[in-house]
């Protein structure tokens, strides 16, 4: 299946910018849609962004503006570059890929996963 693999994070002051990176690795797959959830202490996972393998986004609306995704389907890679960072985007980042995998070439399944998350801590 696919692995994946997240870089960058760390602690910034407000206003700052961070920028992550996330690598997806496997056996013979296609990956479909990419994004990065966050989940802050004592909530629920959110999705940030995400975007398709045709380029199409949707961001939250928190973060429109301030955040902007980019994917490269060759590498198998997206990232976020996160701009005018405030407090309430401290969280643990996760990467995540929706994408069909085959073991035999012909019959292909759907699957997702995760990163193991990266954590970002703007100070106020």
């Known amino acids: 299946q696919v692995q994946l693999v997240e870089s960058g994070g760390g602690l910034v002051q407000a206003g700052g910018s961070l920028r992550l990176s996330c690598a997806a690795s496997g056996s013979i797959f296609r990956i479909n849609t990419m994004g990065w959830y966050r989940q802050a202490p004592g909530k629920q996972r959110e999705l940030v962004v995400d975007i398709t393998s045709g380029g199409s986004t949707n961001y939250a609306d928190s973060v429109k503006g301030r955040f902007t995704v980019s994917r490269d389907n060759a590498k198998n890679t997206v990232d976020l570059q996160m701009n005018s960072l405030k407090p309430e985007d401290t969280a643990v980042y996760y990467c995540?890929?929706?994408?069909?995998?085959?073991?035999?070439?012909?019959?292909?399944?759907?699957?997702?996963?995760w990163g193991q998350g990266t954590q970002v801590t703007v100070s106020s």
């Open positions: 995540n890929a929706a994408f069909l995998y085959t073991r035999d070439g012909y019959k292909w399944y759907a699957a997702s996963a």
